[in-house]
């Protein structure tokens, strides 16, 4: 008890005299488990956007990605008491939204199963998407790359959920191996193995662009 | 961020061609920020959402277990009532009349249509009609059987029951219905003193089977006799019966019939007429026949 209120006041006179934006996200973790409202907001401020375009990146639809980031923070911040500073807490945060991705994609694929439609569509994460090449004159440079960066966004949603979190963290969010290996909770030679993979899927998927 | 970037490239190696295409045009996605309105909504799901902890782990369980058990219950529901269904109706099956050897009742035939017996007060002949086709219903009583509740209960002569009113067979030129149905119109024709709902506990043996075949046997004459010790004693002989006539007496003990042993399986194995029996009077053996005067 004498123990929590030594924490909590060490962490108040932290923030008092380091500005808030400065401490590390185990200091603010300790602060926000303390009922330091600020520290949380500040770890949502830090986090809210690379968890949005991993999520985004990972499930290609934008809505559904803000909703998990939210349900992600919503899950750090009623597990503060059991969260361990063993892990970095990017590596925490990440996975937690990798995990309600994949949970998702379960979720999209039951739904995939149950509707009609689903019978008359290649379900299969492994097929390739049919994307003829586009012979028409294109007007104007931006709508290329826009294009282009959806049939790329595309490409990688298409790919198998076990090469698309390892080549997103990579990719994207600029991790590393060991990091990736972290979050995902695999082997270092697994992980590598499985980015080289998804490069390789996505080589095939963007000759054209290539 | 360069340095970041030299890391990671020295951690992939030397890279093909197109791997450092692909890379390139991977990194050069947009990025996509949250919202503005991110932490408001945020706030306002952490505040309606119940912390994890407090609920119960045992929901996702109860989900599958509650359906599941109901289902469990409807199935054994089911299951026990059948068997228990099935019994009573194995049990009901068992209450259907049992045919009493009925090659001992056509035995009968001839004493039945003797003009003696079909005097006395039998239901059997009531009036001429069915005097005159006493065989016929004596074939259809061969058919009927005394109903029993279980094989070690056999009909046999006692108490005068009152026998409920059967309905009248009007039915019956309508033709149709079932044989169950069309049994239940006719009139029962028993021998006298015997009522079809008439029943006696007795153990399925032979000797016993031999005792309530020989009374029916001997009641048409009007001989009703008593089973002491294995003999066969004469209780009472009817007035003016074919029996009384004939010089039968209480306390008789019969022996044979048509010359054969009522003790032995002659009774129920052969077809006797009944026309003599021999009876023993304290020590002297008294052969008796019957005339059908």
Do not use: C, W
């Not at chain 2, 042993?261 to 053996?285: F, M, P, Y």
Request: proline share 5%; glycine share 4%.
């Amino acid at each position: 008890m004498a123990l929590d209120k030594f924490e909590k006041r060490s962490a108040e006179v932290l923030q008092t005299i380091v500005p808030i934006e400065k401490l590390s996200d185990h200091e603010l973790i300790e602060s926000a488990k303390g009922g330091d409202e600020p520290a949380f907001a500040e770890i949502v401020r830090r986090y809210r956007n690379p968890i949005t375009n991993y999520l985004y990146r990972f499930l290609n639809d934008y809505e559904e990605a803000v909703d998990l980031a939210q349900e992600t923070f919503v899950r750090v911040y009623f597990a503060l008491e059991r969260y361990h500073t063993e892990f970095a807490f990017s590596t925490y945060i990440y996975r937690i939204a990798t995990n309600l991705a994949i949970s998702e994609l379960r979720k999209r694929k039951r739904r995939k199963l149950v509707s009609l439609t689903g019978f008359f569509q290649y379900g299969d994460d492994e097929e390739e998407d049919f994307q003829p090449p586009d012979e028409k004159p294109l007007p104007d440079v931006n709508l290329v790359e826009n294009e282009q960066s959806k049939i790329i966004g595309r490409a990688i949603a298409t790919l198998p959920e076990k090469y698309r979190a390892p080549i997103v963290l990579r990719e994207i969010e600029g991790k590393s191996y060991d990091e990736i290996a972290e979050i995902l909770d695999l082997g270092l030679g697994t992980t590598k193995s499985r980015i080289n993979r998804a490069r390789g899927l996505l080589k095939e998927k963007l000759k054209n662009l290539i | 961020m360069i340095n970041k970037d030299l890391q990671n490239n020295t951690e992939d190696g030397i890279l093909s061609v197109g791997d450092v295409k692909i890379r390139q045009m991977i990194k050069n996605l947009p990025r996509v920020n949250a919202p503005k309105d991110f932490d408001f909504r945020l706030k306002a799901r952490i505040a309606n959402a119940q912390p994890t902890e407090f609920q119960p782990r045992f929901l996702p369980v109860l989900r599958y277990v509650l359906p599941l058990s109901v289902v469990v219950l409807v199935f054994a529901f089911v299951i026990i009532n059948g068997v228990y269904f099935a019994e009573k109706t194995q049990i009901a099956g068992n209450t259907q009349p049992i045919p009493v050897e009925s090659k001992i009742i056509t035995t009968n035939d001839s004493q039945i249509l003797s003009p003696e017996v079909a005097k006395a007060p039998v239901e059997s002949a009531p009036d001429k009609d069915i005097a005159d086709s006493s065989e016929s219903k004596v074939q259809v009583k061969k058919k009927e059987s005394i109903p029993v509740e279980e094989t070690n209960f056999v009909a046999v002569k006692s108490q005068k029951k009152p026998q409920p009113e059967l309905p009248k067979a009007k039915d019956a030129d309508e033709g149709g219905g079932s044989h169950d149905s069309a049994a239940s119109y006719l009139k029962v024709i028993t021998p006298n003193g015997i009522h079809v709902n008439d029943v006696v506990e007795t153990s399925p043996n032979n000797e016993h089977k031999n005792d309530i075949l020989t009374k029916q046997m001997l009641l048409p004459l009007g001989i009703e006799i008593v089973s002491e010790n294995g003999k066969r004693r004469v209780q009472s002989v009817k007035k003016e019966s074919i029996a009384e006539r004939s010089g039968v007496k209480v306390g008789d003990l019969v022996e044979m019939i048509d010359g054969e042993k009522v003790s032995g399986d002659a009774v129920h194995d052969k077809k006797l007429e009944g026309k003599q029996i021999t009876v023993l009077r304290g020590t002297e053996k008294v052969e008796i026949t019957f005339d059908n005067q």
